[in-house]
């Protein structure tokens, strides 16, 4: 054990890194000595100067003979005085702190004088002439530092930028590597896709165990491809899979490969699949690899399409390399799998597809516990009934239910986390925050009201619909002045003809309340009108569930479209006269639907203004009061 401990320390030392290790460092150690060498040159050289005087003054102690020595240079005189003292060399200033006699050196700026030099031999004063003091050094370190500072810039910005773009590294692979079970994840923490997990444990046992398959002649699947919605915890996955197997990791982007320079993306993956073979048996995983394995155009466009086609090439030719006999698998995931070339999904490449689908309310629910476990729930919290209350919801988000239930009950200074917060957390997701500052007339009050109470009493009274849990006049999101809410008792994978015309009826029930109360119609109904609109063109297009025109389907989008690369138009595949008959069948539908609901409302309107007169009261009515109120009871 010790051993096995020492060895992956050993490859975690060498490959769990990119790039030299002390290139940066010694950047910084060059960078100083130049400056350093700079600076000292710059002193060494300085002329040796004293007391700076005006040039008149100089002129005045020359008729005075109180200069002598004097060395002139063609930008300079400098000499020593004789003689001089403070109040005489500057008239009217104290002497300054620190230097109580007269300076015996000094020097001027030489000023254009022809009569100078007679004036200092008649006074007999000795002078000689010099040259100005210059560092040999000067014009190396002027050069030297025109070419290397503006090199050493550009080098330290790229780093700062992003180290792996270092000119010498620009082919090598960014994956990040992590050494047997440091991923962090095991399958303890993935829930709600049992079937998926079913599948990668089989990776797994491979991994740990691979002479169980080949000695019969088995060989696992080159790569697996995981295909799910956004959020369901495919990424997850594959780091469980590593985690549970206990061998290296190699995560990279289908971003990564594609680079400005024109080859990088194939170099880097050959270095990839390189780097692989050193840590076998290890798992490489390609997170979005349809950024990387689009399917190829027939005559691609010159450019950026032509560089990622020579990297989705470059990565089947090393998928074919290879042999998962050394135990390297390949992972990857995407949410878009009718975008990636068939000859990546064929057998031999990706073998195996796995769906990683939005988890059901028994997922969901163990899902929950996943995310809660380290949380301080109060009793009052029920997840079944929080998984009930969220169909259709990811891993994703439910994590971030389950966060913002936990930031709500600190905001409100809880110790422990009650089923109001996350009561409050789903209804902020589902429909927006709250926004009770916003101001609204009276007027528009009562017409939102009516409004989602036309909804209430029409989902409660036809049969086959959810119940409905809460009813609020609250402003959400950007453009919500209400919601009915909704609480499936179970998931559902179909629908019949009767249920969609029941959701058809509660769709319009806002717009036919407003109707029948206010005798006119306002905008408010704009999205119930057009999810009604598109619930009645799916059952005459696509489900064939109208009777005048029989069980066909028009839908105008090919639906051949996956795995082709064939993305043409829609386009119509019926004549006029069947387009006219479509949309008659349509507006029959929404026609005698909405005629049913307003009759429904005209029956049911003393509990229609009772329950809009209660929410002008309190905006927000819950399930018990709506039960009493609905049913007639109150």
């Known amino acids: 054990m010790n051993n ?45 100067k004293g007391e700076e005087i005006a040039y008149s003054k100089f002129k005045e102690f020359v008729a005075q003979k109180k200069v002598a020595n004097l060395i002139m240079t063609p930008e300079h005189i400098s000499g020593e005085l004789k003689g001089i003292s403070w109040t005489e060399l500057y008239p009217g200033k104290e002497i300054p702190p620190g230097k109580p006699q007269a300076p015996e050196q000094f020097i001027t700026i030489r000023v254009e004088d022809p009569d100078l030099v007679n004036q200092l ?156 073979e050193k840590l076998a048996p290890c798992i490489i995983f390609i997170d979005e690899i349809d950024a990387l394995g689009k399917v190829r155009s027939a005559a691609p466009m010159p450019g950026g399409h032509e560089e990622r086609e020579h990297t989705l090439q470059q990565l089947l030719v090393e998928m074919d390399g290879f042999d998962t006999k050394k135990g ?50 109060g009793k009052d919290v029920e997840l079944s009934v929080i998984a009930a209350r969220t169909p259709g919801f990811a891993g994703a988000d439910l994590a971030n239910l389950a966060n913002e239930a936990a930031l709500l009950a600190a905001r409100r200074r809880k110790k422990t986390i009650g089923m109001a917060e996350f009561e409050e957390a789903i209804d902020r997701i589902i429909a927006g925050l709250q926004k009770r500052s916003r101001v609204i007339n009276p007027k528009e009050k009562k017409i939102v009201a009516y ?101 066909m389907v028009f839908d105008s989008t090919n639906r051949e479209q996956f795995l082709t690369g064939m993305f043409q138009p829609p386009f119509r595949k019926y004549s006029e006269k069947t387009a006219q008959m479509i949309d008659e069948e349509i507006t029959h539908l929404i026609k005698d639907t909405y005629e049913r609901v307003y009759k429904l409302l005209e029956e049911k309107r003393e509990r229609l203004e009772r329950l809009a007169k209660l929410l002008c009261d309190q905006e927000v009515v819950e399930k018990e009061e709506l039960e009493d109120i609905l049913s007639g009871k109150a």
């Open 4 to 48: 096995k401990k020492k060895e992956s320390e050993k490859k975690e030392k060498k490959l769990g890194e990119t790039g030299p290790k002390f290139k940066f460092p010694l950047l910084y150690i060059g960078l100083a000595l130049f400056i350093y060498l700079l600076i000292t040159t710059y002193l060494l050289h300085q002329p040796q």
């Open 328 to 377: 390297v698998i390949i992972l990857a995931a995407t949410n878009r799998p009718e975008v990636l070339d068939p000859a990546l999904l064929r057998p031999g490449r990706f073998d195996r597809h796995v769906v990683v689908d939005r988890p059901d309310i028994k997922g969901r629910e163990a899902i929950l516990k996943v995310h809660t476990r380290l949380m301080k729930m």
């Open 451 to 551: 409004h989602e109470s036309g909804h209430a009493v029409v989902a409660a009274s036809l049969p086959g619909t959810d119940k409905v849990h809460r009813v609020s006049i609250i402003p959400r999101g950007v453009a919500a002045l209400g919601y009915t809410l909704q609480l499936p008792t179970e998931d559902r994978y179909l629908m019949t003809y009767s249920e969609l015309m029941t959701k058809l009826a509660v769709l319009l029930g806002g717009r036919a309340a407003e109707d029948l109360i206010f005798k006119e119609r306002s905008t408010g109904a704009a999205n119930d009108l057009e999810r009604a609109t598109d619930i009645a063109e799916k059952i005459v297009k696509e489900y064939g569930m109208s009777e005048r025109l029989g069980p």
């Open 121 to 276: 031999e008649s006074f007999g004063i000795a002078y000689s002439g010099g040259i100005e003091a210059k560092s040999p050094w000067g014009d190396l370190i002027f050069w030297g530092a025109l070419l290397v500072v503006p090199l050493v810039i550009w080098m330290v910005v790229l780093r700062r930028i992003n180290p792996a773009r270092d000119m010498m590294q620009i082919g090598k692979s960014k994956a990040k590597v992590y050494v047997e079970n440091k991923t962090g994840t095991a399958f303890a923490d993935v829930a709600g896709c049992d079937e998926a997990k079913e599948e990668l444990e089989e990776v797994v046992d491979f991994l740990k165990e691979p002479q169980r398959f080949t000695s019969i002649g088995g060989h696992i699947p080159k790569g697996i491809l995981l295909v799910g919605p956004p959020g369901t915890g495919k990424t997850l996955l594959a780091r469980a899979v590593a985690g549970e197997a206990g061998v290296a990791f190699l995560s990279m982007s289908g971003s990564d490969f594609i680079e400005m320079f024109v080859g990088v993306g194939a170099a880097r993956v050959r270095d990839l699949f390189q780097q692989a």
